[in-house]
């Protein structure tokens, strides 16, 4: 998706957002996808959101009843933690 954005329009900037998977998944599961993300944007030079649910996954009180979907004060946490990346790249 990285190269199909660039070839289109080389002056798009990209940010790569990269989430977590819970621990019951297994360690080394988790592990091995969390390093995805940090190499995919070093690879292809973009900014990377560590983790864009930062602060809110595994929160029951800023997700919905399903646990997975954030509520309007878990979005703000989200734009929290897209804002801290973006900001600097917008000046």
């Not at 990209?14 to 599961?29: H, K, R, S, T, Y």
């Not at 990377?48 to 800023?62: F, K, N, R, T």
Request: glycine fraction near 6%.
């Amino acid at each position: 998706i990285i190269q199909a954005v660039r070839n289109k329009n080389p002056q798009t900037l990209i940010v790569l957002a990269g989430v977590q998977m819970p621990e019951n998944l297994g360690a080394a599961f988790v592990k091995t996808f969390a390093a995805v993300f940090p190499r995919v944007a070093a690879q292809n030079r973009v900014a990377l959101i560590p983790s864009l649910l930062e602060g809110v996954a595994g929160v029951a009180e800023l997700n919905q009843p399903d646990l997975i979907h954030p509520t309007a004060e878990g979005q703000k946490r989200v734009a929290e933690n897209v804002w801290k990346t973006l900001q600097p790249l917008l000046r």
